[in-house]
């Protein structure tokens, strides 16, 4: 029964040391696409003071509603109204080394999603500009949709890259028939660095004359990778 078993081991031993011992081919397919920013976040902070909370409140919410009521007036159809992180607190002012408190300050912050930034983009921010406010900060970004579209593409281009590669080496090693052994995957993080922008106008100058402001979003390249290993 040892000796069976002694032989059985053997025999597994020598089946893996001949599976490692496979010749092969192993490649690494890269691929690099670029795309263009295809959404705009427009990002509002208000602010509201007044003596009291609810002055501070009242004002505040004021101010949300004309930008969301002249949104909705624009007739823009491609954007999302967000309204978040509000909250209130005490108006303390600090001179000559004491403090005192002035009332309170109501604050909110506002995101505007566009999702064509070619034909909606200046329209929603000139209507943001008519409501009053002195200012916001437009970030240029890619959206989650065409993420995942790209990040499918780029991995297929990958696959091809190293598909193609492996055929030259084999052909020029003189082998004819290869075939995948094994693939390894790490997914590459592409960050998508927002382009930011800031547009502040002067109270004093709402009615004057504005040129639409130039926006030409530059192109990201993303990349991935994948290595192949293949038998012949």
Do not use: C, W
């Not at 005192?100 to 109501?106: H, I, L, N």
């Amino acid at each position: 029964m040892k000796k069976i078993l002694s032989v059985t081991i053997f025999v597994l031993l020598f089946l893996g040391a001949q599976a490692q011992q496979l010749p092969v081919i192993e490649v690494e397919g890269l691929s690099e696409v670029s795309v263009l920013p295809d959404e705009a976040l427009i990002y509002i902070s208000l602010t509201e003071k007044a003596m009291t909370v609810a002055d501070a409140t009242n004002g505040l919410n004021k101010k949300t509603k004309s930008i969301e009521e002249a949104l909705k007036k624009s007739g823009v159809k491609t954007y999302q109204f967000f309204a978040e992180n509000y909250f209130v607190q005490v108006n303390r002012v600090f001179s000559r080394g004491t403090s005192r408190d002035s009332g309170f300050v109501a604050s909110q912050n506002i995101r505007v999603r566009v999702s064509d930034i070619e034909k909606d983009l200046i329209k929603v921010t000139e209507t943001i500009h008519q409501t009053g406010n002195p200012g916001f900060s437009l970030s240029l970004n890619v959206s989650d949709n065409l993420k995942k579209q790209t990040e499918e593409h780029l991995l297929e281009l990958a696959i091809e890259d190293a598909i193609k590669k492996a055929h030259i080496i084999a052909k020029s090693i003189g082998v004819e028939d290869i075939k995948v052994h094994k693939v390894v995957y790490t997914s590459t993080s592409n960050t998508f660095y927002p382009i930011m922008r800031e547009a502040r106008v002067s109270m004093a100058s709402d009615m004057a004359p504005m040129e639409e402001p130039v926006i030409r979003p530059e192109a990201r390249k993303l990349t991935d990778k994948v290595v192949v290993t293949f038998t012949f």
